[in-house]
């Protein structure tokens, strides 16, 4: 069956052609993991136009699409992820808004939605300022160094500082205390470890990742991600025992994303479940610090590289902020300049490098090719066409879209800005970033730049 199924997929993508394939690796070993597979898949998308087979491993295969009118025709509908990729990650974050699909996708959205109205959004940017400022602050130590330094690592620990302090009212002294973050190096594993179990095809198999060493790995990270989430959940749950508190949420006056999934009913008056809750918590704790980490660290990367364009956004920001010394919810359309510089670097370095759907019926494409049910897609975040809307999509788009988008949109401004009043930041030549597309996009050897502090009189 296992022969026929492979006759089958091949005959699906027929009218796809695209590179050369080994009959049992597929096209795993061209992918080196040495910081060029993103080359590659560029390459590729150049040579095969609209989009192209990858197989990993001699039965499972994805149609990598990469244009905006193919990723459009994709996007308008509501079908659910694949059931391959996200699949792995189920027994990390659970069925929440990333993974979910169907009814209880569109009823979690909709109890969901509430938490990123922008009277939520509003008090969070104090919030974000205020972690900025102790990782700026932190760095001082760099300014005056004139040697370079990793830059991940810090924006890690402030987005989740970030969204510790936003969405959960936890604050959990993570940028300052000594070591490494446990819940922020399990995560990082995580992210390998589901990468490295979809390029490595006995790994599909449960039983197989199960008694595997790295299948070991897997369960001990996930048990400390998840020990995590369950204490901040346990905090507020006893939070929430104290009348007091709950008037004062029930006011409106203390209304996180944490308060409103406790307490969202639905029409039947019906809560979430305390599985329901982890799910979400788990999916935002991951979701909401990891992806503004690379984007941010990318941006900032970015500007170094070009101090033209870094010298027009510190000259806005510093018109805007007028002394001040933190962003204010008014402040943050003000900045046009600065955000176009925010979107050109996630066109570039998408945080999400690829997203995937399955399709549930057969679909036409723009130029008469057809695929059948059942298949996987899978569309770069990185695109070259700067026409269509469905050429930029760091957010997705279409009903599936990211529901913090205005979230991260907002910290990376509060960042960017507040960074640049404060310091210079000058590329290191020696230091390359090496891109490796895993959930979230990274670089194997880190991101550095130098620094140095911004003379207020200039």
């Not at 994709?74 to 990650?89: C, E, H």
């Not at 909709?110 to 009277?119: A, E, N, Q």
């Not at 900045?335 to 057969?362: A, D, F, N, Q």
């Not at 996009?441 to 550095?448: A, W």
Request: aromatic content about 12%.
């Amino acid at each position: 069956p296992l022969l026929a199924k492979r006759r089958d997929v091949f005959r699906s993508y027929e009218d796809f052609p695209g590179p050369p394939t080994h009959w049992l690796f597929g096209h795993v070993l061209e992918f080196k993991q040495d910081g060029t597979d993103f080359d590659t898949l560029m390459a590729w998308t150049k040579q095969y136009p609209y989009a192209f087979p990858l197989w990993f491993g001699p039965f499972f295969c994805v149609l990598n699409i990469h244009h905006p009118d193919y990723v459009k025709t994709i996007l308008a509908s509501t079908g659910p992820k694949d059931d391959v990729s996200y699949r792995f990650i189920l027994s990390w974050i659970g069925e929440g808004l990333l993974v979910s699909s169907g009814q209880k996708w569109f009823r979690h959205r909709r109890l969901l939605t509430p938490g990123f109205h922008y009277d939520v959004l509003k008090p969070y940017v104090k919030l974000m300022s205020d972690s900025t400022k102790t990782m700026l602050d932190k760095w001082g130590s760099y300014a005056n160094s004139n040697e370079s330094f990793e830059l991940f690592q810090h924006v890690s620990l402030m987005t989740l500082d970030s969204i510790l302090k936003c969405a959960f009212s936890y604050n959990s002294n993570c940028q300052t205390e000594s070591g490494t973050n446990v819940y922020i190096k399990a995560v990082y594993e995580l992210s390998d470890l589901i990468n490295l179990r979809l390029r490595t095809f006995p790994y599909h198999s449960d039983l197989i990742f199960y008694l595997s060493p790295h299948g070991y790995r897997y369960r001990k990270a996930i048990k400390v991600a998840q020990s995590h989430t369950e204490e901040v959940i346990k905090k507020r749950k006893e939070a929430l025992k104290e009348e007091k508190e709950l008037d004062r949420i029930q006011a409106k006056k203390n209304l996180d994303f944490l308060n409103i999934l406790l307490l969202a009913r639905d029409e039947k008056q019906q809560g979430l479940s305390d599985e329901d809750i982890r799910a979400e918590v788990d999916t935002f704790m991951f979701e909401g610090h990891d992806t503004t980490a690379s984007g941010i660290s990318f941006i900032l990367y970015s500007l170094a590289c070009h101090p033209e364009h870094q010298k027009i956004c510190r000259d806005e920001i510093m018109q805007v902020l007028d002394g001040k010394d933190t962003m204010d919810w008014e402040d943050l359309s003000k900045i046009p300049y600065t955000t176009m510089c925010i979107k050109e670097s996630l066109r570039i370095y998408p945080p999400v490098p690829g997203m995937s759907r399955k399709i549930t019926k057969p679909i036409t494409f723009c130029d008469g090719r057809t695929l059948p049910e059942g298949l996987l897609l899978m569309f770069l975040g990185k695109n070259v066409s700067k026409r269509s809307p469905h050429a930029f999509v760091p957010f997705s788009a279409g009903p599936r879209n990211c529901i913090g988008q205005n979230f991260a949109m907002n910290e990376m401004k509060v960042v960017i800005a507040l960074t640049l009043k404060k310091y210079h930041l000058i590329e290191d030549p020696n230091w390359k970033p090496k891109i490796i597309p895993r959930l979230v996009l990274r670089s194997l050897n880190g991101i550095h730049i130098k620094i140095k502090p911004v003379d207020p009189q200039v």
